[in-house]
């Protein structure tokens, strides 16, 4: 009989309602249960499926370029390299619209729509794998529409179900593409050599299938109703435009220096993943290649949890690790050409993929320093559909290049300029400052400020207040700062949320004096506290 009420407990709890915010409309993430953890399995399946393939291509690469060149056609390599990069640029270009139709027909549709997409495309592919400019429509188009619908609603379910673990289930969901790059080499060479081109394209059909079964999971809880007067408005044509394109993110310096470095530095950043594998069969003949891109996709699983871990630490410049992981792999990839040996090329691939995972694992927490929780969403859209460009062309570049000169050795040097320039770039963000910034220098207030992750109160001293963003954010809403004496105060506040705070790491650091809470001199205060105190403990039971 306990378990029974147990379950229905936990079920109850993506249900429960928020009786303060928004006046009882918004619903709290149940932050755990069965549902919640079967919703992040699947999107950690649907991410590893769909970037496993895109970055695999190579060897796929490898075939269709023989094929290429034994039916006579020119510019083989460029060619066959044009039909992976249209995959990748497609899924990122779309990355807009894709949440767009998110919100048009929901999750699961979008999901399933973009499983069958990529599926039937990779289909198609096997049935015309012998004509390149019909692999550009139904491998390259196609699966890339499909990937790109199924992407977006996989990262956005996760909020639905996750709030106080958001950021650990997200480096979880992220890394399946690591976990399942790192596999999928092996397997797809056993197909190849016993199935050939047809058979394998075959294969990835039915395995891109699973994002369908996948998307049977993700049901959304309904975070926020929205009035039936606002519902007749969103009819309006520019009312719904409003709603869906956030413009303010553009008027941000900061963003747009950020949003504009990226694609910059992302120019060259596919060619090694496209390429490598011919490489090594040029290079180092005798040599597996496969290996280096097992060893990029395991160390990017690790530098996606390792930098997210880093990236919250205190005085950790975001930004700045960006450009370290960019100027990086620049470095790394000029010295591909001049590798001495095929375990230097080996290193070499594992710090490449070490960095990849830290510019994969610090694009939402940049956007949301730069743009807020309110820009956020629409920032990373607008920065993936900017990336497609860069990301198309740089590999058929390198091929042409290859075409022409037989080597790989100006190719890769190339390749390694765009993210070092992009790297330096991002210097520009220092010295731009958006208007709310100014704003809040001259005339500070209560304001609170976000830095990774936490919530600074600046009061009309000197002094600060700073607490973690989630318990700060989750029980204290009505939290306000106000200078007491030589003190800062926050009213609103617990015993022990107060020792908790001034506990923090970087509170210690600064030397921000301990806060204290106000003592509750009215009866209206004396209830309100109560019943913050009562909903602090809830969501622990």
Known sequence: ????????????????????????????????????????IGSFVINGVLFSVINTYSLIYLELQKRLLESGETAASSKAALVGSLTIGTTFFLSPISGIL????????????????????????????????????????????????????????????????????????????????TLMPYLMEVILRRFGLEGTLRFLAMLTAIVMACAILFKPIPLNSVPRDQLKSKSNFKSCLKEVVNVSIWRKKRYVVWASSIPLALFGYFVPYVHIGKFVETVFKDADGKLPIMCIGITSGIGRLLFGYIADLPRVNRILLQQISFLSIGVLTMLLPVTPSFMVLLLISL?????????????????????????????????????????????????????????????????????????????????????????????????????????????????????????????????????????????????????????????EMLQIPRVRRVPATQDRVSRLLRTLGERAVAPSR
Not at 1 to 30: F, H, I, L, Q
Not at 32 to 38: D, F, I, P, S
């Open 351 to 507: 710090a490449m993929g070490l960095f990849d995972g830290c510019f994969i694992s610090l694009l939402g927490p940049i956007a949301f320093d730069i743009c807020g929780r309110e820009g956020a969403t629409q920032a990373i859209g607008f920065l993936l559909g900017m990336c497609s460009i860069p990301l198309t062309v740089g590999p058929p570049i390198a091929g042409l290049l290859y075409d022409h000169t037989g080597s790989y050795d100006l190719p890769f040097f190339l390749a390694g300029i765009p993210p070092i320039v992009g790297a330096l770039t991002m210097f520009l963000i220092k010295f731009v400052e958006d208007e709310e910034q100014s704003t809040v220098r001259e005339n500070p207030g209560d304001k609170a400020t976000c830095q990774n992750g936490r919530y600074f109160f600046p009061s009309l001293s000197q002094n600060s207040f700073a607490c973690d963003s989630s318990r700060l954010l989750e029980h204290r809403p009505s939290l306000a700062v106000s200078r007491g004496g030589p003190e800062t105060r926050a009213t609103g506040l617990e015993d022990d949320d107060a020792s908790r705070c001034t506990r923090s790491p970087l509170v």
């Open 1 to 40: 009989m306990k378990s029974k009420r147990t379950d229905k407990d936990e079920e109850d709890r993506g249900s429960r309602k928020d009786p303060e915010a928004d006046g009882g409309n918004v619903v709290t993430p149940p932050d755990g249960g069965l549902r919640a953890w079967m919703v992040m």
């Open 102 to 181: 998110t919100d048009k027909i929901g999750i699961q549709m979008t999901t399933l729509l973009g499983g069958a997409l990529a599926s039937g495309g990779m289909l198609l592919s096997s049935i015309f794998s012998s004509k390149v400019a019909l692999l550009y429509l139904t491998y390259g188009v196609m699966y890339g529409l499909g990937a790109s619908l199924a992407y977006t609603p996989s990262l956005a379910i996760l909020g639905h179900y996750f709030k106080r673990y958001l950021g650990l289930v997200n480096g979880i969901v992220t890394a399946g593409s690591s976990i399942f790059t």
